[in-house]
Nanobody, 117 residues
């Protein structure tokens, strides 16, 4: 059972990226999935989440610019990021709440997003 995050890269401010989180060994549709990020010297923060019931949440820092979506047929969750800012530079991680405790306990390896000015 694992999550594989991809899609990061170097982009100019104002640009667009789409991150993907592909699951193997589990059915994504049954679990809540979230994207977190961690910038150098900062704590990890929640960016967006998608519940197994279909509701979504986007952090205030990303609202209006980021969106989260699922393709259950592909067992993949996406984070669409537009109007990127330099402060969005971070390692982005996807995580799933699989143990039933409500905690995000299965993590992908992270993908680097760097936004240049």
């Amino acid at each position: 059972v694992q999550l594989q995050a991809s899609g990061g890269g170097l982009v100019q401010a104002g640009g667009f990226l789409r991150l993907s989180c592909a699951a193997s060994g589990l059915t994504f549709g049954s679990y809540a999935v979230a994207w977190y990020r961690q910038a150098p010297g900062k704590e990890r923060e929640l960016v967006a989440l998608s519940s197994n019931g279909g509701s979504t949440y986007v952090a205030d820092s990303a609202k209006g610019r980021f969106s989260i979506s699922r393709d259950n047929a592909k067992n993949t969750v996406y984070l669409q990021m537009k109007s990127l800012k330099t402060e969005d530079t971070a390692v982005y991680y996807c995580a799933a709440a699989v143990s039933g405790t409500g905690r995000y306990d299965l993590w992908g390896q992270g993908t680097q997003v760097t936004v240049s000015s």
